[in-house]
Nanobody
Framework: QVQLVESGGGLVQAGESLRLSCAAS????????MGWFRQAPGKEREFVAG????????YYADSPKGRFTISRDNAKNTVYLRMNSLRPEDTAVYYC????WGNGAAGAHAYEYWGQGTQVTVSS
């Protein structure tokens, strides 16, 4: 069992940056690929970025590519999402998720554990 708690969301202006954190419980964090997803009002949850168990491989959706960076610190049981050059269309609830069997590139259906989300609002 893995429990995930996101933090770092907030209200920012377009062009600014945020760093989201996701702290995981348990001693097996390094055995999970991790992902960040987001869901805007009235839209489906979408993949943002994923990272393999070791952190050696990362994956991004097209929209945030070049602006967002996913990373992890297995010693701290934490995965991060650095978001630069934020846009109003990045406004959403951001969720982190853990996947025991994947490499970080899978869709939402493959992730077994989810956090409760953190709100990111970008004003224009």
């Amino acid at each position: 069992q893995v429990q995930l708690v996101e933090s770092g969301g907030g209200l920012v202006q377009a062009g600014e940056s945020l760093r989201l954190s996701c702290a995981a419980s348990g001693r097996t964090f390094s055995r999970y690929a991790m992902g960040w997803f987001r869901q805007a009002p009235g839209k489906e949850r979408e993949f943002v970025a994923g990272i393999s168990m070791s952190g050696s491989s990362t994956y991004y959706a097209d929209s945030p590519k070049g602006r967002f960076t996913i990373s992890r610190d297995n010693a701290k049981n934490t995965v991060y999402l650095r978001m630069n050059s934020l846009r109003p269309e990045d406004t959403a609830v951001y969720y982190c998720a853990a996947d025991r069997w994947g490499n970080g590139a899978a869709g939402a259906h493959a992730y077994e554990y989810w956090g409760q989300g953190t709100q990111v609002t970008v004003s224009s």
